[in-house]
């Protein structure tokens, strides 16, 4: 069986995705762990519990919308992985500048939230740390989009199988550890 971008069979998607998802299943058990083991901080701090959904939602996306777009050139053969490469410089720019005006704003709602229905944090701290583990998730989902690309592509799989599963995963993981160490580190 033949495997390699052109291969767009079930049972080649099915064979290389099931034991990929199963381990990436595994890994989401990390990120409830780690919410587990710092339930006091975010019970100390519930407007904090509206960022983490958000957070780790948007981290995913920012990774998948890179995935894809990597994905898509390399397909049409204009992908370069030079660090000179212009077009990838500007889709790395195009999702820092998205996730600080994104995080920026989910700082701002999540604040108008708690003072709604919560025991309110300060403005300036819930936006530092929004904003700080927005952009450190930013550039976790942009290197973990380009290496997901480039491995793909090296073992002769489709990265469109591939890396939205994988970078949406592992963002999940690393949005929970970021959040919660600026949470730590700004408290």
Known sequence: MATGLGTWRTRTIVAT?????????????????????????????????ILVPVMIGMGGNLGAILSSRLSTRLHLGTLSFD????????????????????????????????????????LVDLLLISIISGLLLAVLAIILSISATYVSYRQGLDPDDTTIPVVTNVCDILGVIVLSAVAILVL
């Not at 990929?20 to 407007?47: F, K, Q, W």
């Not at 077009?87 to 996730?99: E, K, P, W």
């Open 17 to 49: 995705m099931f034991p990929l998802l199963v381990v990436l299943s595994m890994l989401e058990m990390g990120s409830g762990y780690i919410l587990e083991t710092l339930e006091a901080t975010y019970l100390d701090n519930p407007t904090l519990l």
């Open 83 to 122: 660090p000179r490469d212009e077009l990838l410089l500007a889709n790395i720019a195009a999702i820092l500048l998205l996730a600080a005006t994104v995080f920026t704003a989910l700082g701002f709602a999540a604040w108008i939230v708690g003072v709604t229905i919560a025991k309110p944090m300060a």
